[in-house]
């Protein structure tokens, strides 16, 4: 239970719902424009198939657009729901006060906080109160107006151009990072959005597309994306490591010997994938020697890691799906720090940074640690969260959240014959929260790599200008 409102605020919700109470319930041609735009980039964010809750829906303008099949509105101003109602007849809507949120046992897939924050009569209490209708997998939407817009927007309200509004604060994105923190919120992502918010004669809809990403400080629209803290002791989860190998064959009684079990139980997956070498041999001879470890054995039909990877998760059984390269370059003892985050619930996402420890002197040419790093710079800025390493061969997630990745993998198609981007725009796509867990990256001790440095690098290059469509300039 939370501590009751103050007096002062609940006078302010007092005052805000009068307002609204009696204010018009047709937003103007311009506030629809931008509602319209809001809609388009919420849809980017939200499953088709998710439950949503909008928290100070209004007349039900936004709801109206999204294109989630089960929705839900809230607003404090019986006036404005009655509109609502009207506006959008599938869904349901209740008259309260987001600081007094009460739907009984009900939880919700998305919750909505669309220019509501700074109308709130206090913010910790109302994002504390949204733990009650959200479950672990909840995402939380938000959406403001970013600060520097301030004096365009009084001079705009000054020439008649944009509707009055009750007092409301002017919250900064790092107000809202620090609320969130508070109230027991893990940020996700942040991304700035719009910068022209009417059509102007079609000119706004490409500088929104084109140049707003380039711009994302400036933009009028500032939208983050957080996830409940994790409350409750984890459970232990069951492990599969899956393992691709392509001419590795010195390599396969090292990867069994130095992967630990993990968990509730771990299985060792091997994909063979027409290897030069005795690979296939050496996988067989290592798995009839260790009886006692859970080794599974396949040989791919198709090529490249990522079909591999693929072929690998769809005979594993374990909650937590793991890549281990067989070159063991990235350490196997190092994967309990992976099983950690993922079990402990500070992270939906890991993966594998070699960019912050020395590593071995020929571990890695100086040309790849520059692609390397300038990957991990461009990944940062597409996917909106940190990204130091994009190409580190281990990465980690449950098998619920990869299901979900090859549920909706057509948004971006089979585009990666590596596997490592494919989860990444996946995992930011379902806007998981992803973590960089340091290895200290070693030099191979058998074989060559199987990386072609040009070839590759142009790869994807192309592949990431392809996921930025998909991203960015949306």
């Not at 790092?174 to 719009?194: E, K, M, P, Y």
């Not at 459970?235 to 069994?256: C, D, F, Q, Y």
């Not at 079909?307 to 190092?334: N, S």
């Amino acid at each position: 239970m939370h501590p009751p409102l103050s007096a002062l605020a609940r006078e302010h919700l007092d005052r805000v719902r009068a307002f609204y109470d009696a204010a018009p319930t047709e937003p103007r041609a311009g506030a629809r424009a931008y509602r319209g735009l809001l809609a388009h980039y919420y849809n980017l964010l939200i499953p088709a198939e998710a439950s949503v809750l909008e928290i100070g829906c209004g007349s039900g303008e936004l709801l109206s657009q999204l294109k989630a099949t089960k929705k839900t509105g809230l607003d404090l101003s019986a006036t404005q729901i009655a509109a609502a109602r009207l506006r959008v007849p599938g869904a349901e809507f209740f008259v309260q006060a987001g600081e007094e949120i009460d739907l009984g046992d009900r939880s919700f897939d998305i919750i909505i906080l669309s220019d509501t924050l700074n109308l709130s009569a206090d913010v910790q209490h109302m994002l504390e109160c949204l733990h009650a209708v959200s479950h672990p997998g909840t995402r939380l939407l938000i959406n403001f107006q970013n600060s520097l817009w301030r004096p365009l927007l009084s001079l705009a309200h000054f020439a008649g151009l944009k509707a009055d509004q009750p007092q409301n604060s002017w919250l900064a994105s790092s107000d809202v990072l620090n609320l969130l923190q508070l109230a027991g919120w893990t940020s996700v992502c942040r991304q700035g959005r719009i910068l022209v918010p009417f059509p102007a004669l079609g000119l706004g809809s490409l500088v929104n597309r084109w140049l707003a990403p380039l711009l994302q400080w400036f933009c009028l629209t500032v939208f983050i994306v957080a996830r409940p803290e994790r409350q409750t002791a984890p459970r232990a989860l069951t492990v599969s490591v899956v393992i691709p190998a392509r001419n590795e064959a010195g390599n396969i009684a090292a990867a069994v010997a130095r992967t630990a079990e993990m968990g509730a139980g771990t299985e060792l997956i091997f994909v063979e994938g027409h290897s030069r070498d005795d690979t296939w041999a050496q996988i067989q001879k290592v798995a009839a020697a260790h009886p006692h470890r859970k080794i599974k054995i396949l040989q791919q039909t198709g090529k490249g890691k990522g079909d591999a990877v693929r072929a690998g998760f769809a005979v594993a059984t374990g909650d937590i799906l793991m890549i281990l390269d067989a070159d063991l370059t990235m350490p196997p003892e190092d994967l309990p720090k992976f099983y950690d985050v993922l079990a402990s619930g500070r992270a939906e996402f890991a993966n594998g940074v070699r960019l912050v420890y020395p590593m071995d002197e020929k571990a890695m040419q100086f040309l790849n640690l520059c692609a390397n790093k300038s990957f991990g710079l461009i990944f940062t800025w597409l996917l909106g969260q940190p990204v130091k390493d994009t190409l580190c061969g281990t990465k980690v997630l449950s098998r619920a959240h990869y299901d979900s990745i090859a549920a909706n993998r057509t948004y971006f198609g089979d585009f990666d014959p590596f596997g490592d981007f494919d989860l990444l725009f996946g995992a930011a796509k379902l806007n998981l929260k992803i973590a960089d867990v340091p290895i200290r990256y070693r030099e191979r001790t058998y074989g060559t790599t199987n990386i072609q440095r040009w070839k590759h690098g142009w790869l994807l290059l192309r592949m990431v200008l392809f996921a930025a469509r998909k991203l960015k300039f949306v």
